[in-house]
């Protein structure tokens, strides 16, 4: 499969800071890349949609101007949780998508806890 | 709306086999996917579904009927490190994963 990182893999802040998380897909070229965030015991969320060079595509009750992400090139795509607070609290995890790649992969995930 | 069904929690034996089931009802149909989660660790892959009929890998198998709205994985030959919880996800005609909720498998010695 594919060689997905992310950075970091975990995360401590206080409230009010912002967080950026880097995604990375190592060994192909993400089209597409999905940001989801999972709460304990629950499934994945899809928070957002960018294609490389587009502005991202947000779903229902995620704040876009809080969570920013960039996807500049094919092979980085960064996710920024501004003035985090504690509900933010959550594991974050990018899935790149290649073009027509029937696949999809996911990063190791970062786990981010607000105090 | 569009649901993805699978069975909360299962348990099995060490070397036996198990059969999880997933029913969806999707907009859309694109590929069914099932992905292996560890406690505290992000999803990886498994298998992918996108005609009908059994796809085998390893001990794991993965089995699609889409007039039914019907996957299964089948894993055999149970390891005590095959305690996870396994999603399944439907890709629908938007090209998004519409996820389940995941089934917690527990192998017991």
């Known amino acids: 499969g594919a060689v997905v990182s992310q950075h970091p893999s975990w995360v401590i802040c206080k409230s009010g800071t912002s967080v950026k998380i880097e995604c990375r897909s190592l060994?192909?070229?993400?089209?597409?890349m999905f940001w989801y965030r999972q709460f304990p015991k629950q499934s994945l969320m899809l928070m957002a949609t960018?294609?490389?060079?587009?502005?991202?595509?947000?779903e229902q009750g995620v704040e876009k101007d809080k969570f920013l992400i960039n996807h500049a090139s094919l092979t980085l795509s960064t996710l920024t949780v501004t003035s985090a607070h504690p509900e933010d609290s959550s594991f974050y995890i990018c899935?790149?998508?290649?073009?027509?790649?029937?696949?999809?992969?996911f990063g190791p995930g970062t786990r981010l806890t607000v105090l | 709306g569009q649901n993805i069904d699978q069975p909360t929690e299962m348990t099995a034996t060490e070397g036996a086999i198990v059969q999880i089931n997933c029913t969806y009802q999707t907009s859309g149909f694109n590929g069914l996917f099932w992905y292996q989660q560890h406690a505290g660790e992000a999803p990886t892959f498994l298998s992918y579904?996108?005609l009908d009929g059994l796809e085998e890998k390893g001990r794991f198998s993965s089995f699609l009927s889409r007039s039914k709205g019907y996957s299964y994985l089948l894993l055999k030959e149970l390891q005590m490190k095959d305690s996870a919880s396994y999603l399944c996800a439907v890709r629908d005609s938007n090209y998004q994963l519409i996820w389940g909720a995941g089934t917690k498998l527990i192998i017991k010695p």
């Open positions: 579904n996108v």
């Open positions: 960018s294609n490389e060079g587009s502005k991202a595509t947000y």
């Open positions: 060994d192909f070229q993400a089209t597409t």
């Open positions: 899935s790149p998508r290649g073009l027509g790649g029937s696949e999809q992969f």
